[in-house]
């Protein structure tokens, strides 16, 4: 596994060794990582060995073989559709490892495919998915704060974004915000309000000046589905804000946006227009932070993740001893 930061939000890739998802379209693979294997996601991402700001991304077999691989991005919580900040993380991941030069590439997720540029060893520019917003003002009414209004976007993600909320976005105040943002994700939930299929709104984003120094349009604060937000400006949240901008003619296809994060890090984005879609283009920084083996130690009770909900880890303790044979993933042991 390879750790990364990309605009202070970590990613950790798993580069080799994870279960064979046979080579089917992402969606497809997502379903059966998902039915099969989750204790992959909570070993690698929840506690001890993770942490609620985790994301974590494995590597797949692309369908299209011209594709650079195929990537599956998760966290503490579940599965994400796309990753901006996952993305720029993988791409510089793949860079070091020597596994990706400079120039574009193709990349498979579960929600379509999209384009990678490499520009360097560190900064990447994301052509992301068509992004749009589904509505407008959306009024939602909170015990605690009243009414709220948002828009309600897609981004690679599902978006209530707020710009009228009478919040300080400092980072002195991320817990009020945590806390501010957490309502609004219960009561979206709780009334009913979702995407044009059903999709659960999981991601909050309120937006404030930006700070002087940082040049910026714009500053977020992002609640991901986990509970805690975002310290990059969030890729897929950004693409969600240029697409509902452009719509209101407030910024132009091709103009730069600069979103700022919370953390005080930046994305460049511009969106061009793709048969009438608009198609943001996100660019960012990621560094690499570490590089490690997964050990699975069948006599540790938190091998898969503190509150994983493994049936292997379940019988385990139930049986009040070692019933799963020591199983290891490793860089060079493909474990089946
Ligand atoms: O950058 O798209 C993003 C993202 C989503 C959740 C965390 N980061």
């Not at 390879?2 to 279960?19: K, M, Q």
């Not at 000046?209 to 977020?220: L, M, Q």
């Not at 509902?244 to 600069?258: F, H, K, S, T, Y």
């Not at 049936?311 to 474990?335: C, F, V, Y």
Request: aromatic share 8%; glycine share 12%; with cysteine.
């Amino acid at each position: 596994m390879i750790d990364s930061h990309t605009g202070g939000e970590p990613t950790r890739v798993v580069v080799a060794g994870g279960p064979n998802l046979c080579k089917s379209a992402l969606a497809a693979q997502l379903a059966v990582l998902r039915d099969q294997h989750d204790w992959l996601r909570s070993s690698i991402v929840n506690e001890p060995r993770g942490s609620d700001f985790l994301v974590g991304a494995l590597l797949c077999q692309p369908v299209n073989p011209a594709s650079m691989g195929g990537a599956i991005f998760f966290n503490n919580v579940g599965y994400l559709g796309m990753c901006g900040h996952g993305t720029i993380g993988l791409a510089v991941t793949l860079a070091f490892l020597g596994r990706l030069g400079t120039g574009v590439h193709r990349l498979e997720t579960p929600p379509g495919e999209i384009s990678v540029r490499l520009h360097d060893s560190n900064r990447v520019t994301v052509s992301n998915l068509p992004s749009y917003r589904y509505r407008r003002g959306q009024s939602l009414c909170t015990p605690e704060f009243g009414e709220v209004r948002g828009d309600i976007a897609w981004g690679g993600n599902w978006f209530f974004l707020v710009s009228d909320h009478g919040q300080r976005l400092e980072y002195d105040n991320v817990g009020r915000l945590t806390d501010f943002t957490r309502v609004i994700r219960r009561e979206l939930d709780r009334q009913g309000i979702r995407g044009p299929g059903g999709e659960l709104i999981d991601h909050v984003e309120l937006f404030g000046p930006a700070s002087k120094s940082s040049g910026a349009d714009s500053r977020n604060f992002v609640l991901c589905p986990g509970g805690v937000y975002d310290r990059s400006p969030c890729g897929t949240g950004t693409s969600a804000k240029v697409a509902c901008l452009i719509e209101d003619g407030e910024l132009a296809p091709g103009e730069v946006w600069r979103q700022e994060s919370i953390t005080g890090s930046v994305f460049e984005v511009r969106a061009i227009l793709r048969d009438r879609q608009i198609v943001p283009e996100i660019t960012g920084t990621a560094y690499v932070t570490g590089q490690s083996t997964l050990w699975l130690d069948s006599s540790d009770p938190f091998r898969y993740g503190i509150g994983s909900s493994s049936k292997e880890w379940i019988s385990t303790i139930a049986d009040n001893g070692p019933k799963i044979q020591h199983r290891t993933l490793s860089a060079n042991q493909d474990w089946r």
